[in-house]
T-cell receptor, first 112, second 117 residues
Framework: GESVGLHLPTLSVQEGDNSIINCAYS??????FIWYKQESGKGPQFIID?????DKRQGQRVTVLLNKTVKHLSLQIAATQPGDSAVYFC???????????FGGGTRLMVKP | EPEVTQTPSHQVTQMGQEVILRCVPI?????FYWYRQILGQKVEFLVS????????KSEIFDDQFSVERPDGSNFTLKIRSTKLEDSAMYFC???????????????FGEGSWLTVV
């Protein structure tokens, strides 16, 4: 799920299928992880978060999985809909501060 | 749902000019932030603000940048002398709590697109 420069990894799924978006993070001191959705020309929209003492958290149609051993975060979207089409960013933060560090983003395209 | 609002949505300015971007955070929030996103790139942290002072800032937030909470509702980002590389989308954000609190959520505004020519 990481990207460099202008290239965004793209995940293309069929409407109704499940989507899995991945993110590798580098800071082993991160305590807090968030997934944001960003539609074109808009600000990041909070989807779901998870703290480092958890490995799974579920929301409405979304699940976040955290594997601290390999520093990996994933977002699962069930029954993906056209309205889910957007760029998805993972972000991480430490309890010691208030800043978030964003990943490079993954573009999700949902085919009707 | 309460939201963070930003003005202007788009501003074009000449290099060297001063720019002020304005934000109204969510009313009961105590932590305020500015982030920026250069076209096609990651969202980058600039600064966080709590209790009327900067609590954290990145390397991007140099002496050309300043933030202010001039009254009980507004939070502003000033770029003193804009450069071409300041062209980006600037996002204001706010949260009720800091990162160390479980359940804290950082809400972003829709952004102010700054074009420096």
């Amino acid at each position: 799920g990481e990207s460099v420069g202008l290239h965004l990894p793209t995940l293309s799924v069929q409407e109704g299928d499940n989507s899995i978006i991945n993110c590798a993070y580098s800071n082993s001191a991160s305590d807090y992880f968030i997934w944001y959705k960003q539609e074109s020309g808009k600000g990041p929209q909070f989807i779901i978060d998870i703290r480092s003492n958890m490995d799974k958290r579920q929301g409405q149609r979304v699940t976040v999985l955290l594997n601290k051993t390999v520093k990996h975060l994933s977002l699962q979207i069930a029954a993906t809909q056209p309205g889910d089409s957007a760029v998805y960013f993972c972000a991480e933060g430490e309890d010691a501060g208030n800043m978030l560090t964003f990943g490079g983003g993954t573009r999700l395209m949902v085919k009707p | 749902e309460p939201e963070v609002t930003q003005t202007p949505s788009h501003q074009v300015t000449q290099m060297g000019q001063e720019v002020i971007l304005r934000c109204v955070p969510i009313s009961n929030h105590l932590y305020f932030y500015w982030y920026r996103q250069i076209l096609g790139q990651k969202v980058e942290f600039l600064v966080s603000f709590y209790n009327n002072e900067i609590s954290e800032k990145s390397e991007i937030f140099d002496d050309q940048f300043s933030v202010e909470r001039p009254d009980g509702s507004n939070f502003t980002l000033k770029i003193r002398s804009t450069k071409l590389e300041d062209s980006a989308m600037y996002f204001c954000a706010s949260s009720e709590l800091g990162n160390s609190n479980s359940g804290n959520t950082i809400y972003f505004g829709e952004g102010s697109w700054l074009t420096v020519v």
